[in-house]
């Protein structure tokens, strides 16, 4: 089924480029259209000049979809392609952040790029049964050749291999460093190793089971990763949920920003050798866990969002120990941020450390905490923007130096912006059911969300089968667009500084393998 697209109420150059297509009118709640080459040759210029910015980049068997973002119109929307012949024109060509999506595209569905400016796997290590596993038909494994890092050549130059087994318990990743005597040259990423064909796995499946698998993603996110899961869903298939659902919802991302910045605060610290930050933060972060499986069952609020709602509610005694928690926080969490501000060991190692260029960031559409520390001020919360977050009164922090110190103090911004959230949402709390029966909608729906997880903008995109099942599925995490700017913030710092910056990042290695 075709439409018009019709945007209300405001212009969009995005929707403009989108209107020459052909709409999918079951595509909620932004416009998706079925463009020509012509359309897609103007939106990757528009890519490359930087009036739009990348969301996502994935594939179907015969077909290549653009996700897409314009700042000066607020206006989101997805562009597809047609590759009958199985190539579509390069978005990496011109615009880099693409680089390692169609590398992907390439490994999971074998559609291919022409002219692509590197032509290496990304995610197939040459270790899958099948080769292009979401692709028209299953193909034979590919033997693949070793592979081919980027070369970094001049006179006392060597090279520190590191990983994929680190110390520690992160996950696998392989940092390949060229470095002349202490200072880093070029730092070259290699993941995948955490593959765990999410995508294939959800085609197919019902909803209740592809909400736990979303939620599985990565698992310091699943309350985002859930709520992104569950909008999309929505989306397809024009249900409304129950008021009290949506700010119960923002009560979990609240809970789970609060924990993982605390985490992150001490883990920085501690690789700068402060341990007694990482000791006290840890406590903190313990007591937001306990919190959370007091009030919610689960101490990481694993499936607590569901389509339709939620999946419990919140007791009425439920709110005393998340009060408590603020006040707790409020009392320790101030002198913690004085010891970090006070110290000047730490102040040492992270001021001027793992700087990322603002219009790096810029290009990359980096969001997330490392985005708003080098001077972007991009929030899901705001823009696009969801309920409550309209109803609800905070501020979205940003700095512009860009280095680990300013990622630090993003973090301790955030954590107060949090407490200030969860203390309005337990004041105003409407009462009401917290579930809703989902809508079937004929046909079958297309949805889209993109929410503010603790580390950034997580986005999901699916369709639905005629029986509700789903047929496709694609979740995006953040951390597509900032580890390549890890590579960048490493270069000119010493090796010892490495573990501090990938720290200040912490990009998931889980979320973005899939």
Known sequence: MTAKIEPAGKTSALWDVLKTGR?????????????NPEAWYDLIQALAGGSLTLLGLWGEADTVHLALYEEASSALGVASLSCLDGRFPSVARRHAPAQRLERTLVDLVGLQA???????????????????????TRQPPRTLPPYAFLPAEGESLHQIPVGPVHAGI???GHFRFTANGEAVVRLEERLGYVHKGVEALLAGAPLERAARLVGRVSGDSTVAYGLAFARAVEAAT?????????????????????ANHCGDIGAICNDA??????????VLREQVLRASAACFGHRLMMDGIVPGGVAADLAAEGEKPLRELVAEFRRQFPPLVELYDNTASLQDRTVKTGFVRPALIKQ?????????????PFDARRQPGYPPYDQLEFEVPVLTDSDVNARVWLRVREVEQSLALIEQILNRLPAGPVRAKLNRPEPAGEGMALVEGFRGD???WLRLNADGTIARCHPRDPSWFQWPLLEAAIENNIVA??????????????????
């Open 497 to 514: 500084d490495f573990p501090l910056c990938n720290k200040s990042f912490n990009c998931s290695y889980s979320g973005h393998d899939l």
């Open 458 to 460: 997580v986005l999901v």
């Open 170 to 172: 992160i996950e696998p």
């Open 364 to 376: 990359f559409g980096c969001g997330g905490v490392i985005g708003r520390a080098g001077g972007r």
């Open 273 to 282: 050798a402060f341990a007694l930050m990482l000791a006290h933060c840890g």
């Open 114 to 136: 022409t002219d692509p400016p590197d032509l290496r796997p990304w995610l197939d290590h040459g270790r899958w049964p099948v080769a292009h596993p979401l692709g028209s």
């Open 23 to 35: 709409t999918i009118v079951q595509h909620h709640p932004w416009p998706r259209a079925v463009v």
């Open 238 to 258: 024009a249900t409304a949920i129950p008021e009290r659902a949506q700010w119960l919802r923002a009560l979990m991302a609240e809970l789970e920003r609060l």
